[in-house]
């Protein structure tokens, strides 16, 4: 049959005739329902009691293609469930970071969950100059928590092998294989320049070849690293915030891949919004400077706090559970040794897929839109170009970028020294 999006009506009655979700709206008569997706994939309603404002939900449903494109991209509908099994997963590792789950029908393709009425998409407050005091604090814990607990460091070993069958989701892989680490490297059809871009820069992405090699490596990582359950897509329009609180929605991507692609994603998408602060916060003739400072804390504070959050959980489980990733003594000096090893070699995961994903919205697709709304062609190159010139030596010198600190100085050095360009 064929697909047609609910109309507010037959939504309204739809969500009148789930008992929990009708004990949580109240009578589908006096229902409001707006469709307000700005996605890439899904249609997302909010749907409120006009009598009583508070009582809302969201609602969300999977088309059977690619919203951003239409029926010319077809998709299946089950990425659905892994979402929701997803949203599930992480809401039970980190409650007060992940949206709660109402309902879901999988034969509807939809679920109904938890509206954060008094939030918004940090990408917007980014753009809007906001500083968010809990935020790197959230978001180091919500990645140790949920990268930790579902690796082979806390799962036992046919469990995690399990999990991370059962997350399989090759449809939606396949397009971060495609668009994050193929097409940019290419002259493909569907990579979008800015039209000031440089030639040159663009010839870069295509004959660089330590450039070329790194994202290859990055492609083979994300393929064939099975670590844990990702979330997939964390860039900060997954992510609502207020003052107080963090929640990391919309984990469609979700898969068991490697720990660092959640984690350079997000750090991607700071130094994104780092470059393009250049543009944003110099609107009626303010200084840039101190917010962008700012931004470069927040990589930093994520950093170093997920990596302590994590070594934590992974020494407090091996502590109680006596089951050692290196066995021997506890605390040995070969298994301190192993997990700084670890650790560094995740943080050079990290840059290599930040790299990527920096190179991604420049020249691929799916844009952002602190870099969109830059209305000056000149400057928006300009930034473009220090954000290429950053990725790639994240992804050329990941393994020898010693810690994040060197990211942030190498982010102010590029800015610094491109200021003329
Ligand atoms: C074709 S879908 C484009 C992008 O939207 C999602 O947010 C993912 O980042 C995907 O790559
Ligand atoms: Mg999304």
Known sequence: MEFEAFTAQELAAYLGGVPDVRALLGDPEDLEVAEVGDGNLNYVYFVTNAKTPRRSVVVKQAPPFLRLVGKAWPLSCQRMEHEVAALRRFGALCPQHVPKVYHADSKRFLMVMQHLASHRILRQGLIDGAMYPCLADHLSSYLAHTLFYGSDLFLAPDIKKQAASAAVNSELCKITEDLVF??????????????????????RLRTHEPLRIAAADMKWAFMNHAETLLHGDLHTGSIMVNESETFVIDPEFAFYGPMGFDVGALLAN????????????????????????????????????????????????????????????????????????????????????????????IVGMAKVAEIMRIPDAQARARIEVRSLRCAETLL??????????????????????????
């Not at 193929?182 to 010839?203: G, Q, R």
């Not at 950093?303 to 502590?319: I, K, P």
């Open 182 to 203: 193929t097409f940019p490297f290419e002259d493909h059809p569907s990579n979008m320049y800015s039209p000031a871009l440089p030639k040159a820069a663009i010839e």
């Open 270 to 361: 700071l130094l994104l919004a780092y470059f393009s602060r250049d543009w944003h916060g110099r609107i009626d003739g303010r200084d840039p400077v101190a917010y962008q400072e700012w931004l470069l804390e927040q990589m930093t504070r994520i950093w170093t706090g997920f990596s302590a959050q994590f070594l934590e959980l992974w020494r407090d489980h091996e502590s109680r559970s006596k089951r050692r990733f290196i066995g021997g003594e506890a605390e040995s000096r070969a298994l301190s040794a192993y997990r700084a090893h670890f650790m560094r070699r995740l943080l050079a995961d990290t840059l290599g897929f930040a790299g990527c994903k920096m190179i991604r919205r």
């Open 396 to 421: 050329v010198e990941r393994g020898t970028l010693g810690d994040i600190e060197d990211v942030a100085m190498l982010a102010r050095d590029i800015q610094r020294d491109t200021a003329t360009l």
